[in-house]
């Protein structure tokens, strides 16, 4: 949410780029090597989103229906079908099936809170049943000030290297519809994102032994239990649409990056239309491949996104000094991709101000590198 006002800055910075894809940008600011890797990072990039969106709806959906379907089932059945749609239609039937799930999901997103009311007893009962942190932007543990301020910080270094943000921010006919379609369609999603989090209250009120074993499983028991039984077949198609659109549209970026990026400029130059296609779809069933890998990897959805928040800071950073600092080269674009990557890993094992510490003296020696370099 406190992000999302920043991508009004952002969007013109895209446009003016007047790249395709990001690793254009790489490839034209720091050279090939660092293109190569950020295809291939995107790549990895698209493969855990892919696996989150699975694994949430696999939770959920389990969730829903009390468990007659596990996860593992619906992750299959929920990837056969958008394969199916997405490598015969490509980005046309990604938009439309978007489209239509877009739509949906605002409905579904709040058809949930009159029945959890009423269930509730009323706001007040709602409230006086609940620890009053329960209402609060931060809580006393895990989503404390620091965690929020951290995220918020992380998403402006990494939200602007995501493979699909370049087409997203830059693609529009004028910098005011770049800004307009993403700043506010962004705020749209959040809008969205406050009818979860009222579910996610209510559930914690009145079913507190049924998700003390796995929180994630909320919605799903929240839905079963409050919704009638047209509305929860209505909620069970709405949600495999949703990460279904969201999938297909991933795969097809994922593709689309590699072709154009790796395989057209370094593999086969003089590959035609015909045999990039054929390229783009095998890729497509590597990156699903490895979604699905990632969907049973991840024990949890909030620990996917942790990976994927971490991931964005690789080369965030490098993107912004390119963008602001003349300066800026390859030495320094590697070593910060580097020691991100690091970062990730061991900050766990270093602790919060062993890895201040430590990027400190890196960010030391990007600018040594990076008058060295130039």
Same mark, same amino acid.
Do not use: W
């Given at each position: 949410m406190f992000t999302t006002p920043f991508y009004w800055l952002i969007a013109p910075i895209y446009r003016r780029l007047r790249y395709i894809t990001m690793a254009d940008f790489f490839r034209e600011r720091y050279g090939k090597s660092l293109a190569i890797f950020y295809t291939f990072y995107g790549i990895i990039f698209f493969c855990m989103i892919i696996g989150i969106m699975l694994k949430g709806t696999g939770i959920t959906l389990e969730g829903l229906t009390g468990g007659a379907i596990p996860e593992g089932p619906i992750?299959?059945?929920? #990837?056969?079908? &958008? !394969? +199916?749609?997405?490598?015969?239609? @490509?980005? $046309?039937?990604?938009?439309?099936?978007?489209?239509?799930?877009?739509?949906?999901?605002?409905?579904?997103?709040?058809?949930?809170?009159?029945?959890?009311?009423?269930?509730?007893?009323?706001?007040?009962?709602?409230?006086?049943?609940?620890?009053?942190?329960?209402?609060?932007?931060?809580?006393?543990?895990?989503? #404390?000030?620091? &965690? !929020? +301020?951290?995220?918020?910080?992380? @998403?402006? $270094?990494?939200?602007?290297?995501?493979?699909?943000?370049?087409?997203?921010g830059g693609s529009g006919k004028t910098e005011m519809a770049c800004r307009i379609g993403w700043t506010y369609g962004n705020f749209v999603k959040r809008f969205a994102t406050m009818g979860w989090a009222f579910i996610g209250v209510f559930a914690a009120f009145l079913f507190p032994g049924l998700i003390m074993e796995n929180r994630e499983l909320a919605f799903g028991i929240a839905a079963r239990n409050l919704l009638p039984v047209g509305f929860i077949g209505l909620m069970i198609a709405s949600l495999i649409a949703a990460a279904m659109s969201s999938c297909d549209a991933f795969m097809v970026h994922a593709s689309a990056l590699y072709t154009r990026n790796f395989y057209l400029p370094y593999i086969n130059p003089k590959a035609d239309d015909k045999q990039l296609l054929k390229v783009g779809r095998l890729t497509s069933m590597i990156v699903v491949a490895g979604g699905i890998i990632f969907a049973f990897a991840f024990p949890s959805v909030v620990h996917g996104l942790k990976e994927v928040w971490k991931a964005c800071a690789y080369l965030g950073v490098a993107f912004w000094i390119g963008v602001i600092w003349k300066g800026a080269n390859r030495y320094g674009a590697w070593s910060s991709a580097l020691v991100m990557t690091i970062l990730s890993i061991r900050t766990d094992i270093l602790g919060f101000f062993g890895a201040v510490l430590l990027s400190i003296i890196m960010i030391l020696v990007m600018i040594v590198l990076a008058k060295i370099g130039g």
């Open positions: 992750i299959i059945i929920a #990837t056969v079908l &958008f !394969v +199916v749609y997405g490598l015969a239609g @490509g980005i $046309v039937a990604a938009t439309v099936t978007d489209l239509v799930q877009g739509v949906l999901i605002l409905v579904l997103s709040f058809l949930l809170l009159p029945f959890a009311v009423n269930k509730a007893g009323g706001m007040t009962a709602f409230h006086q049943g609940l620890p009053e942190y329960m209402f609060s932007l931060v809580a006393p543990h895990e989503v #404390t000030l620091f &965690f !929020v +301020v951290m995220a918020v910080l992380n @998403g402006l $270094v990494g939200i602007v290297i995501q493979p699909h943000h370049m087409a997203v």
